[in-house]
C-alpha cells in the first residue's frame, strides 16, 4: 500500500489498530490434550481457481476436543503436492543458541478463533511463492494451476499470548486444492513519497501521478518496519512541508551539524507547515518513523 508524506501539503498515512478478545485461560489446569481433528474437503477442491489480491478461498474443520469450553486459535499451513504425491510444506528457518538449524512449520499471518474461514488468496499465493523459493519479484515465474495442500493447526493460549502446553495439535489429515494458481505477491518494502515543491513540483500525491513521484521515494528499513529512509538531493532555497494538525506556518532550523528531529507531538495529519528557510543545496538525509512520530532530517557533505 502507498502511503504519503507531504512536503508542504500534507501527510497521509495509515495506522493499524489491531484489537483483540482474550479470555484468562491461566486459571483452568484441566486442559485436556486433544487427540485429533479433521479438515473438510472442501466444495471446490477440483474447481479451478486463480488467486488474487481480492479472492478467499473457503477451508472448514472439525473441532478439537480440549475437555471444556474454550476459544482455541487456528493456523494454516499451506503446503504443495509433488508430482510423487509428498507434500512440500512451507517452513521457515531458524539458528538455535549453539548455532544449529531449525526448521519449523510457517503458518498464514492471519489466524482464527473458528473452523469455518475464507483465507485471503493474497496469503496463499505469498505461502506458494515462499515454498518456490521466491524471494525476488523479478525472479517470479508463472507455474499455473497446480495442486495446494492446506493443513490447520490449534492450540490455546493464556492472556499472555503464550501456547498453554499440551493444547497444540496438527490436523490429522490435510486437504488438497487440485488447480489452483498463485501470483507473484512476494512481500516487498513499503515506501511513502515525498511531495513538494522540490520532489517534482506541486502535483496532487494520487495514484495519476505515481511514475512522476517514483524517484521522490522513501523505503522501510525491513520489512512491516514502518520506519523509512532515504537521502535525496535538494535545491538550494527554502524547504517548507505538512505535518502538524493545526492550520498554521512555523519556522524551524537545523542546528549547527546540519540535524532536525521534530518536537515531540507536532509530528501528525494535518494541514500545518514547517518552514527551512536558506538550505544551502546538496543531499538530504530523512529518516520518517511512523512508530514514534519522529523525523530526521541531516544535512550531509557533498
Not at 495529519?269 to 546538496?282: A, L
Request: glycine residues 8%; charged residues 20%.
Amino acid at each position: 500500500m502507498k502511503k504519503i508524506f507531504s512536503f508542504a501539503l500534507m501527510l497521509l498515512g495509515m495506522v493499524a489498530t489491531l484489537t483483540s478478545c482474550s479470555e484468562d485461560r491461566d486459571s483452568n489446569p484441566n486442559i485436556q490434550t486433544p487427540t485429533t481433528f479433521n479438515v473438510n474437503t472442501p466444495a471446490l477442491a477440483d474447481q479451478y481457481i486463480q488467486l488474487s489480491a481480492t479472492n478467499k478461498v473457503n477451508l472448514t474443520w472439525s473441532q478439537p476436543n480440549y475437555g471444556y469450553n474454550t476459544l482455541a486459535t487456528y493456523a494454516i499451513q499451506v503446503g504443495l503436492v509433488q508430482e510423487d504425491g509428498t507434500v512440500d510444506w512451507n517452513v521457515k528457518e531458524t539458528t538455535d543458541a549453539d548455532g544449529n538449524t531449525v526448521t519449523e512449520n510457517k503458518f498464514l499471518e492471519t489466524t482464527f478463533t473458528n473452523c469455518n474461514v475464507n483465507i485471503p488468496g493474497e496469503e496463499l499465493a505469498r505461502a506458494i511463492n515462499e515454498i518456490d523459493g521466491v524471494t525476488d519479484p523479478e525472479a517470479y515465474v508463472d507455474n499455473g494451476y497446480r495442486k495446494v495442500a492446506l493443513r490447520v493447526y490449534s492450540a490455546v493460549y493464556n492472556t499472555a499470548k503464550e501456547e498453554i502446553p499440551g493444547s497444540g495439535i496438527m490436523s490429522e489429515n490435510y486437504v488438497v486444492y487440485n488447480n489452483m494458481a498463485d501470483y507473484c505477491a512476494v512481500l516487498g518494502k513499503g515506501f511513502i513519497y515525498c511531495v513538494g515543491s522540490c520532489f517534482g513540483g506541486w502535483m496532487t500525491p494520487d495514484a495519476a501521478h505515481t511514475d512522476s513521484y517514483a524517484p521522490y521515494r522513501l523505503f522501510e528499513t525491513e520489512i512491516g518496519s514502518n520506519v523509512y529512509v532515504g537521502t535525496m538531493d535538494i535545491a538550494a532555497g527554502d524547504i517548507t512541508y505538512g505535518q502538524q494538525a493545526a492550520d498554521e506556518a512555523k519556522e524551524y532550523t537545523f542546528n549547527e551539524n546540519g540535524y532536525f528531529t521534530n518536537p515531540e507531538g507536532e509530528f501528525v495529519k494535518g494541514k500545518g507547515s514547517w518552514t527551512f528557510n536558506g538550505y544551502p543545496g546538496g543531499p538530504l538525509q530523512m529518516v520518517v518513523d511512523m512508530n514514534q512520530m519522529k523525523v530526521e532530517f541531516q544535512i550531509l557533505s557533498e
